[in-house]
């Protein structure tokens, strides 16, 4: 917790990170302030200003701009309150960043290009095309080791002119930058110039778990690791999947996936099975319909289970010269497929009104009209409108 005044206060607009409408509150800049405000690949601190949730810290120049839902008094005292979970977590993974980008470019020469602290994951950009699995598991080893040892993190100030500023590693400065210059050291491994929020100490990292690698964009490899808390969440959430695959497959952990490939090679054998059954099926149908001393110029058919394949097998085996075919598949109550056919001049004129009544959308030529329906709940009103227009074709039908 930290006690200052606010300075400003202006009425703004938030847009969410998540996207959609934008927010109505207040931007608010303080004398001074403990939330850090999002830059370096380091999102933003959360926090209260007196009981004000702070939704989002953004810089402005040399300023944190505090974005609130309610109005705060300019010249008044405030207690501003720091979400510590949240800052913790991203000072592990922040410092973790440091430790591996040091470390994978003292072994093998990998320079880190960019990173990405993400809500359940972190991602480095290393400027190599490709990075071995023999490599990730000797960067892991060699981090783990440093965190054991205890090394100390310190955060020092420089001027931007001092010539050491040209010795410790750096992506550059921004072009608003103003005023000295910060610089995090990792004893004996890194110097870094840095904005972000570090631990004191590698031991406070606990333990760095590399996922793997990614293809990143122009010759580049996307590192992905968890630092701290985020590999003791990681273990708690696969074993708690390791215990749910254990009740639900009945074997143990180490059977696990030979017992999933066995049920693939179930799922394939019924799904095969069932797409026969479903042929068989469109082609009884269309034989029972054909056989009909007097055919039907309206053919329509529902069938839950089905698909475009099962729809056009009845088509197909029914002709589509003198009938007009509608044919659906799927839950009466959600979305679904259909197919229109008939002769060539009735669907181009009633294949678009039929997916306009379904609510949906689909594409058609030679006779075939067929696409996706989100309201198959409407298949009377299709109905209705293809008996209409057989109607005024033939009256005497």
Same mark, same amino acid.
């Given at each position: 917790?930290?006690?200052?005044?606010?300075?400003?206060?202006?009425?703004?607009?938030?847009?969410?990170?998540?996207?959609?409408?934008?927010?109505?509150?207040?931007?608010?800049?303080?004398?001074?302030?403990?939330?850090?405000?999002?830059?370096?690949?380091?999102?933003?601190?959360?926090?209260?200003?007196?009981?004000?949730?702070?939704?989002?810290?953004?810089?402005?120049?040399?300023?944190?701009?505090?974005?609130?839902?309610?109005?705060?008094?300019?010249?008044?005292?405030?207690?501003?309150?720091?979400?510590?979970?949240?800052?913790?977590?991203?000072?592990?993974?922040?410092?973790?960043?440091?430790?591996?980008?040091?470390?994978?470019?003292?072994?093998?020469?990998?320079?880190?290009?960019?990173?990405?602290?993400?809500?359940?994951?972190?991602?480095?950009?290393?400027?190599?095309?490709?990075?071995?699995?023999?490599?990730?598991?000797?960067?892991?080893?060699?981090?783990?080791?440093?965190?054991?040892?205890?090394?100390?993190?310190?955060?020092?100030?420089?001027?931007?002119?001092?010539?050491?500023?040209?010795?410790?590693?750096?992506?550059?400065?921004?072009?608003?930058?103003?005023?000295?210059?910060?610089?995090?050291?990792?004893?004996?491994?890194?110097?870094?110039?840095?904005?972000?929020?570090?631990?004191?100490?590698?031991?406070?990292?606990?333990?760095?778990?590399?996922?793997?690698?990614?293809?990143?964009?122009?010759?580049?490899?996307?590192?992905?690791?968890?630092?701290?808390?985020?590999?003791?969440?990681?273990?708690?959430?696969?074993?708690?999947?390791?215990?749910?695959?254990?009740?639900?497959?009945?074997?143990?952990?180490?059977?696990? =996936? @030979? !017992? %999933?490939?066995? &049920?693939?090679?179930? *799922?394939?054998? /019924?799904?095969?099975?069932?797409?026969?059954?479903? +042929?068989?099926?469109?082609?009884?149908?269309?034989?029972?319909?054909?056989?009909?001393?007097?055919?039907?110029?309206?053919?329509?058919?529902?069938?839950?289970?089905?698909?475009?394949?099962?729809?056009?097998?009845?088509?197909?085996?029914?002709?589509?010269?003198?009938?007009?075919?509608?044919?659906?598949?799927?839950?009466?109550?959600?979305?679904?497929?259909?197919?229109?056919?008939?002769? =060539? @001049? !009735? %669907?181009?004129? &009633?294949?678009?009104? *039929?997916?306009? /009544?379904?609510?949906?959308?689909?594409?058609?030529? +030679?006779?075939?009209?067929?696409?996706?329906?989100?309201?198959?709940?409407?298949?009377?009103?299709?109905?209705?409108?293809?008996?209409?227009?057989?109607?005024?074709?033939?009256?005497?039908?």
């Amino acid at each position: 917790q930290f006690t200052t005044r606010v300075v400003s206060c202006r009425a703004a607009e938030l847009r969410p990170e998540g996207g959609g409408e934008p927010v109505r509150g207040f931007q608010v800049v303080l004398e001074d302030t403990i939330l850090f405000p999002e830059g370096g690949g380091q999102p933003d601190d959360r926090g209260l200003i007196g009981d004000v949730p702070v939704l989002r810290v953004t810089r402005r120049g040399p300023e944190a701009v505090h974005f609130v839902s309610a109005a705060l008094e300019p010249g008044a005292e405030v207690l501003l309150s720091l979400d510590w979970e949240r800052r913790f977590d991203h000072m592990q993974q922040h410092s973790g960043q440091h430790l591996i980008s040091a470390i994978a470019e003292q072994m093998f020469g990998f320079k880190t290009t960019s990173w990405e602290l993400g809500r359940q994951r972190s991602v480095i950009e290393l400027d190599t095309p490709s990075v071995t699995a023999e490599q990730v598991a000797a960067l892991e080893k060699s981090v783990n080791e440093k965190i054991r040892d205890r090394v100390p993190v310190t955060v020092r100030e420089l001027a931007a002119d001092d010539p050491e500023v040209e010795t410790v590693r750096s992506r550059g400065l921004p072009d608003d930058h103003e005023g000295p210059v910060r610089v995090v050291d990792i004893k004996g491994i890194d110097s870094n110039l840095c904005c972000g929020t570090h631990v004191s100490n590698l031991s406070d990292l606990q333990v760095i778990k590399l996922l793997g690698v990614e293809k990143g964009k122009k010759n580049k490899t996307n590192l992905v690791f968890l630092a701290g808390n985020r590999v003791l969440k990681s273990i708690e959430q696969s074993h708690n999947t390791e215990k749910a695959l254990t009740s639900l497959l009945k074997n143990g952990p180490g059977e696990h =996936v @030979e !017992a %999933v490939r066995r &049920l693939q090679s179930s *799922v394939k054998l /019924l799904q095969k099975n069932n797409l026969n059954l479903l +042929r068989d099926i469109a082609v009884l149908i269309a034989r029972d319909f054909k056989s009909r001393p007097a055919p039907r110029q309206l053919f329509v058919l529902h069938r839950k289970e089905g698909d475009s394949e099962f729809m056009n097998i009845i088509a197909n085996e029914i002709g589509t010269e003198e009938t007009l075919l509608f044919l659906t598949v799927g839950d009466e109550k959600e979305a679904g497929l259909f197919l229109l056919a008939g002769p =060539v @001049e !009735a %669907v181009e004129n &009633l294949g678009p009104r *039929v997916a306009e /009544l379904l609510g949906g959308k689909g594409a058609g030529k +030679r006779g075939r009209f067929q696409g996706k329906a989100a309201k198959m709940s409407r298949r009377g009103e299709v109905q209705a409108l293809l008996q209409e227009f057989i109607s005024h074709q033939n009256p005497e039908a």
